[in-house]
């Protein structure tokens, strides 16, 4: 209390699941989202998602979804400093089915994406909670220090026998100074969104 | 007596996701919990699509009266 404020971990007890449920990737020039002031509990969740000035629907601003192979989608995140800089490196790992022309231009889009302005992503996990990664806008203004997410290290095989995997092992990652943020909204507002 | 939340009519086209879906905003009316959290976070582009915005306090307490369950009146003629 006199150097720093510490905070209790007193989750409500019950049982959660593990496991990526749904995800999705965006522009994250196209959407705004919105996050009530910090309290003594700190930093909110965001509670709105909008599209910004000059961001259309019509145009192409969505949220995309994709299909990964189930169960074969995972959000992990390693965190390490030196002194007092704090790292955390932030990574999506799923499996895109079947090689073939959608999967290469697939592909263009979001090395283009990476190297241009990063990658948004909101991931609902098994336990229902919803996270967002690499958004660039909040509360109407651009964050201070954004996390740009870029696919980097994915893999790719067409299996060698005729019940082995054929299609792609996708990694988006991104280093950050803090975990991701909620999106303590309801799912059906990303789906509305796609 | 409350004020009265009033979207803007340049607004009703507007796409914003909160409380569970995404839809133009004239196409709903849940303009209540859009106004708590435009004034919760200050965010410029949820504030200028209303017209007329109560303030926070004002919004809570409508809230409140709204979930409090009607009690049945006392008459005063069956005071003993």
Same mark, same amino acid.
């Given at each position: @209390?006199? #150097?720093?404020?510490?905070?209790?971990?007193?989750?409500?007890?019950?049982?959660?699941?593990?496991?990526?449920?749904?995800?999705?990737?965006?522009?994250?020039?196209?959407?705004?989202?919105?996050? &009530?002031?910090?309290?003594?509990?700190?930093?909110?969740?965001?509670?709105?998602?909008?599209?910004?000035?000059?961001?259309?629907? &019509?145009?192409?601003?969505?949220?995309?979804?994709?299909?990964?192979?189930?169960?074969?989608? /995972?959000?992990?995140?390693?965190?390490?400093?030196?002194? #007092?800089?704090?790292?955390?490196?932030?990574?999506? /790992?799923?499996?895109?089915?079947?090689?073939?022309?959608?999967?290469?231009?697939?592909?263009?889009?979001?090395?283009? &994406?990476?190297? #241009? #302005?990063?990658?948004?992503?909101?991931?609902?996990?098994?336990?229902?909670?919803?996270?967002?990664?690499? /958004?660039?806008?909040?509360?109407?203004?651009?964050?201070?220090?954004?996390?740009?997410?870029?696919?980097?290290?994915?893999?790719?095989?067409?299996?060698?026998?005729?019940?082995?995997?054929?299609?792609?092992?996708?990694?988006?990652?991104?280093?950050? @100074?803090?975990?991701?943020?909620?999106?303590?909204?309801?799912?059906?507002?990303?789906?509305?969104?796609? | 007596?409350? @004020?009265?939340?009033?979207?803007?009519?340049?607004?009703? /086209?507007?796409?914003?996701?909160?409380?569970?879906?995404?839809?133009?905003?004239?196409?709903?009316?849940?303009?209540?919990?859009?106004?708590?959290?435009?004034?919760?976070?200050?965010?410029?582009?949820?504030?200028?699509?209303?017209?007329?915005?109560?303030?926070?306090?004002?919004?809570?307490?409508?809230?409140?009266?709204?979930?409090?369950?009607?009690?049945?009146?006392?008459?005063?003629?069956?005071?003993?």
């Amino acid at each position: @209390m006199l #150097c720093t404020t510490l905070r209790p971990y007193n989750r409500t007890c019950g049982p959660t699941s593990g496991g990526v449920a749904r995800l999705w990737i965006f522009d994250a020039d196209d959407f705004n989202f919105t996050q &009530a002031a910090a309290d003594p509990s700190g930093a909110k969740p965001y509670s709105a998602v909008a599209l910004r000035p000059g961001a259309t629907a &019509a145009g192409g601003a969505r949220m995309f979804p994709i299909k990964f192979e189930k169960d074969e989608a /995972e959000y992990t995140f390693k965190q390490s400093r030196k002194g #007092c800089s704090v790292k955390y490196e932030h990574q999506l /790992e799923f499996k895109l089915a079947d090689l073939s022309q959608l999967i290469t231009n697939w592909n263009a889009a979001i090395d283009a &994406a990476g190297c #241009c #302005c990063g990658i948004g992503i909101v991931v609902q996990l098994n336990s229902g909670k919803i996270f967002v990664a690499g /958004e660039k806008w909040v509360n109407s203004a651009a964050i201070d220090i954004p996390l740009e997410m870029k696919q980097d290290g994915s893999s790719g095989t067409s299996g060698k026998l005729k019940d082995d995997f054929n299609g792609e092992t996708v990694i988006i990652k991104g280093d950050h @100074m803090r975990k991701l943020y909620e999106y303590s909204d309801k799912v059906q507002s990303i789906i509305d969104l796609q | 007596m409350f @004020m009265l939340i009033k979207i803007k009519e340049s607004a009703k /086209e507007k796409v914003i996701a909160y409380n569970g879906r995404a839809l133009p905003l004239g196409q709903r009316s849940d303009y209540a919990e859009l106004a708590v959290i435009a004034l919760e976070s200050g965010d410029t582009s949820l504030l200028e699509v209303f017209e007329t915005l109560p303030t926070l306090e004002e919004l809570k307490k409508q809230k409140l009266e709204q979930t409090l369950p009607d009690l049945p009146k006392i008459s005063s003629s069956n005071k003993k």
